[in-house]
């Protein structure tokens, strides 16, 4: 049986397609590519071109290929962006996860992988954070991905559904292997932003809110490297198939690492220096977000390979460094969305 991977040409999607080869599993791509890039999809997967929301297609996307499991992954992700325009992430993000799930509920799959997010858990959640923490949204991002979850809830306990929903906290890095990364030209995670500023690809970069509540002043997040992300997906899907229950569980390390100590990181890794500058803290941005990270590794064995944040940096400066050179586009001024 395949697993569908809506959003798989996009940055976490992609790394969840190589893991998925590398265990030996087929799958399959579902994917508008209005973000993604054709080319991040791993040789060997079929790529289907189109919405999650078109019933039709997903059905027949299934039945081609014998899926018993769906990943999705497909969603707006910006926090600050969500604030600018609540109804095109209800749309995308809510609206169109509700679609695809009444298209799996049709068919044959009876498996679901939700990508969800720390942002659930709102502007000052307990720290670290377990799951049982009351969820109050600080964004319309983080309020599109509750109602989604709640949805698959309430949709599995009504049809024969099984569901592992993932909460992560902050994706970083790179494929080690180089075979995928972020590609996007306006990416806003610092580590990716702060790399490219390294680099000289960008005129350095912001640093969104000095003098916060935290030990230096700057915003405090628990990275995790997107392979090791893919490889909790992984552990999700052999869950299922073992007939595991229902479960959301936190991604993360419980460890944070302020904007400065990232900037810091980096430098240290490069070698180098960029200018960074600050400017006000963005709405929607918790001031600390770190996992309580231990339910994961007991119900599903999830063992991190990669939890140093000096090894997240290094790997997204190898991607950096090889694909960039290779691009007509550049990435986008480092100024206006990093946090």
């Not at 992430?89 to 799959?109: E, H, M, Q």
């Not at 949204?137 to 049809?159: C, F, N, Q, V």
């Not at 990364?181 to 690809?201: F, S």
Request: proline share 7%.
């Amino acid at each position: 049986m395949a697993v569908l991977i809506t959003g798989g040409a996009g940055y976490i999607g992609s790394h969840m397609a190589h893991a998925l080869r590398d265990a030996g599993e087929p799958a399959v791509v579902l994917d508008d590519l209005s973000t993604g890039d054709r080319n991040a999809v791993p040789d060997g997967v079929p790529l289907v071109i189109g919405d999650v929301a078109d019933a039709n297609l997903v059905l027949r996307t299934i039945e081609d290929h014998g899926v018993d499991a769906v990943a999705h992954f497909a969603a707006r992700i910006s926090a600050p962006d969500s604030v600018r325009d609540p109804l095109g992430y209800y749309a995308a993000n809510t609206a169109k996860t509700r679609d695809l799930l009444a298209a799996v509920v049709a068919s044959r799959a009876r498996h679901v992988i939700f990508s969800s997010t720390a942002a659930v858990y709102g502007r000052e959640p307990p720290t670290p954070t377990p799951e049982t923490a009351p969820c109050a949204p600080a964004s319309p991002y983080g309020l599109s991905k509750l109602m989604s979850e709640w949805i698959l809830r309430d949709t599995a306990a009504a049809h024969d559904l099984t569901y592992v929903t993932l909460r992560y906290f902050n994706v970083a890095g790179a494929d080690p292997a180089g075979r995928t990364g972020q590609r996007a030209p306006e990416a806003a995670n610092l580590i990716t932003v702060a790399a490219r500023a390294a680099l000289g690809l960008n005129e350095g970069l912001s640093i969104f809110g000095d003098g916060l509540p935290t030990p230096d002043g700057t915003g405090v997040r628990d990275y995790i490297h997107v392979s090791d992300l893919a490889d909790a997906h992984v552990a999700a899907l052999r869950h299922l198939r073992r007939g595991g229950e229902n479960l959301t569980l936190n991604c993360g390390y419980g460890r944070g690492y302020s904007v400065k100590e990232v900037v810091e990181a980096v430098r240290r890794v490069t070698g180098g220096d960029f200018p960074v500058r600050r400017d006000a803290s963005r709405p929607g941005d918790p001031y600390v977000s770190i996992a309580d990270a231990s339910l994961i590794r007991d119900r599903l064995g999830w063992r991190p390979e990669r939890a140093d944040l000096d090894r997240i940096v290094a790997d997204a400066l190898r991607w950096e460094r090889s694909w960039w050179p290779t691009q007509t586009r550049r990435p986008a001024p480092a100024g206006r969305r990093v946090g």
